[in-house]
């Protein structure tokens, strides 16, 4: 007996504008308030332009003239474009980390595209947490969609030279404590460093993330270095929106493709990039919202044997404005692609192979973008760590780390939480040397709450003056992708769970070991466990509200620091009628 052919399923849209009765005469007739003619009702697809403009938010101060590029492409292919916002996450004024909204903007994105009249997508994406919320929001309901970045600032010009958001600002602050510099001189370089619209011009994680947008396939190719204010960025979002349409057309919806293959080249890119460790959490959170497995093995088993090839702040030199003139993120794919380090094959947003589009990039500064064969650092990928004092895992940037200090063993500070720091760092009499290792307590994803970028943390003034520049430090906290130093991150299980990091005590011996990828607590099993039947989990910061909703819900960094009722997808379905 033949098969009976399965029946197309009809654009969402559909199901509300093509109803001829009075709940489609309620649809229609209150969104023609704002002049829409009846011909866009004709079955062309609706696209969602998913915006995330806020002044709040200087990184996206800018999305409002991206969002009418956006419009202009979707009309251009027959489309019917409706802008909405979402929750808009910035790094520069949130409070008190970003990284504790990322989920709530995720499901603010998810519920928002499922419950409205939309067939595909326009993410507009820009600074570092909106990035992943977007793409974890979007990535639950399954439509078809394209991410669109907001590209990243002119270079900062300072007295004759460059300076990069975030990775000056790290070492300009640390002249100013170290009396190096005076506070005029401070603020100065403020008006100097950011001059133009746009996030980080570091491979900071908004930069990172723009760059793995593109190297997932869930970007236009081009997606990661154009500037903010180059026209060019205008003309993506354009060909975004065109290309959307189509899309919808096509039915290629995210989860095909954001395969695993489209993964781990992104894993691969980020080492190649010299990127962000946030990128690590942000992947998984956004891979375990599809059902993809990827996990830390991933990101050590794929990113070894995979160079830095990227000159750029924090691990270098230049500017992603020298970055996109060099040739930009094709060429790095070229690079790899060319190494055997590039599933060539894995589908991208515009239809081709992530090789169809990059198989043929040029590079026209080799300063900036090293060949693969003659890399600017060697064997940089991320390294994921295993030992007592990190049963689940902990990371560290190798591209950005002191070599000598890879292998390092010392007597542990400790500081029970980020305050604690601040009230003992900069005290003359703290017994602390640069063979120590300084660790932060409690400032994991459920101890802050969510995770700050503070395991960066600075070093004593006192040895600031003696010319040491770099310590090993351990937290569960992250860092700024813009940061730079020995800097072991996201211990797992975090101690404000219970894990072993909240059992070490100032002058214990810790040992570390990036080659061997170890991280040990040098002390003995016995005196572990006396000290864990003594621990008591702190108490929740906050017992009302998201805070309470975060604390109870969110998992470890190792597993993506999403929400446990957030994890697969649920698909596009039709919300019941309430009519």
């Known amino acids: 007996m033949a098969k009976k052919a399965k029946k197309s399923i009809p654009q969402r849209s559909i199901q509300w504008f093509g109803r001829q009765d009075i709940y489609g005469f309620l649809y229609r007739s209150w969104v023609k308030n704002r002049g829409v003619p009846q011909d866009q009702f004709d079955g062309r697809p609706v696209i969602g332009i998913c915006n995330t403009y806020s002044e709040l938010v200087p990184c996206n101060s800018h999305f409002r003239t991206i969002a009418e590029h956006v419009r202009a492409g979707v009309l251009e292919a027959g489309g019917f474009p409706v802008e909405f916002p979402v929750m808009s996450l910035g790094e520069t004024l949130l409070r008190p980390t970003a990284m504790l909204y990322r989920n709530l903007a995720s499901m603010d994105v998810e519920e928002s595209i499922r419950a409205n009249p939309l067939d595909g997508v326009i993410l507009l994406v820009g600074c570092d947490k909106t990035t992943p919320a977007l793409l974890m929001g979007a990535a639950s309901v399954d439509l078809p969609t394209i991410a669109v ?57 908004a930069s ?35 290309r959307v349409v189509d899309m919808v057309k096509e039915k290629l919806v995210m989860s095909k493709v954001l395969t695993r293959q489209n993964f781990l080249n992104a894993i691969r890119t980020n080492a190649a990039i010299g990127g962000s460790t946030n990128a690590v959490i942000h992947l998984i959170a956004v891979a375990r919202r599809l059902g993809v497995k990827l996990d830390l093995e991933d990101w050590d088993r794929y990113g070894r044997g995979v160079h830095t090839l990227v000159n750029l702040m924090p691990s270098g030199k230049y500017l992603m404005e020298d970055f996109y003139y060099a040739g930009g993120l094709p060429a790095v794919l070229r690079e790899l692609g060319r190494a055997g380090k590039l599933h060539k094959d894995a589908l991208t947003v515009n239809g081709k192979t992530i090789w169809e589009n990059n198989r043929d990039a040029p590079c026209w500064n080799r300063n900036v973008i090293h060949a693969f064969a003659k890399p600017f650092k060697k064997n940089t990928g991320i390294a994921v760590l295993r030992g007592n004092l990190c049963p689940d895992g902990a990371i560290i940037k190798p591209s950005a780390a002191t070599p000598k200090l890879m292998k390092h063993r010392g007597r542990a500070v400790v500081f029970r939480s980020i305050e604690e720091f601040h009230r003992r760092i900069d005290d003359p009499k703290l017994k602390i040397d640069a063979n120590s290792v300084m660790v932060l307590q409690n400032c994991g994803p459920k101890g802050y709450p969510g995770m700050a970028e503070v395991g960066n943390m600075p070093l004593p003034p006192r040895l600031l003056k003696r010319g040491i520049t770099d310590m090993v430090r351990i937290s569960d906290a992250r860092m700024s992708g813009t940061a730079y130093g020995t800097v072991v991150l996201h211990v797992a299980p975090e101690a ?20 061997k990828r170890r991280l040990e607590l040098l002390v003995d099993e016995a005196e572990l466990a006396r000290r864990r039947a003594r621990w008591k989990p702190p108490a929740a910061p906050l017992d009302r509200g998201y805070w309470k909703l975060y604390h109870d819900h969110v998992v470890q960094a190792n597993e993506g620091a999403d929400l446990d009722f957030l994890v697969g997808k649920s698909g596009p379905f039709v919300p019941r009628d309430n009519h």
């Open 149 to 205: 970045s907001g590209g990243p600032m002119l270079s900062g010009k300072y007295r004759g030279k460059d300076i990069g958001s975030g990775t000056n600002t790290w070492s300009m602050s640390e002249d100013l404590r170290a009396g190096r510099i005076t506070l005029e001189d401070f603020h100065e370089a403020e008006s100097c460093m950011h001059r133009s619209h746009g996030h980080c011009m570091t491979m900071g994680t």
């Open 208 to 242: 990172t993330m723009a760059s793995m947008v593109e190297s997932l396939g869930i970007g236009m190719p081009g997606n990661a270095a154009i500037p903010a204010v180059d026209a060019r960025r205008n003309v993506l979002a354009r060909m975004a929106g065109r």
């Open 496 to 515: 404000a769970a219970g894990g072993t990091l909240a059992l070490v005590r100032e002058g214990d011996e810790i040992e570390l070991d990036v080659a």
